[in-house]
């Protein structure tokens, strides 16, 4: 399992952000948001992020609708 950025704290704070938002709107928002952090960190491609963050399709903010501000 790869190394996670977000404490539980942290997490708390974005994933009321998120809900109120309605992005990412998924049981796995977290993994979600922790392998675009990890892509961010490394530089590797999406297709190349570990397993333990889901399928890379859809960890890759280009492959969702745009949502407006």
Do not use: Q
Not at 6 to 17: A, C, N, P, T
Not at 23 to 36: H, L, Q
Not at 40 to 69: I, Q, Y
């Amino acid at each position: 399992m790869p190394r996670l950025l977000l404490s539980d704290g942290h997490w708390s704070k974005l994933r009321e952000i998120l809900l109120r938002k309605a992005i990412y709107n998924k049981r796995d928002r977290r993994m979600t948001v922790e392998g675009m952090l990890y892509r961010m960190r490394t530089g590797c491609p999406w297709r190349d992020l570990p397993e333990a963050f889901g399928n890379w399709n859809k960890v890759n903010p280009a492959s969702h609708p745009r949502v407006g501000p």
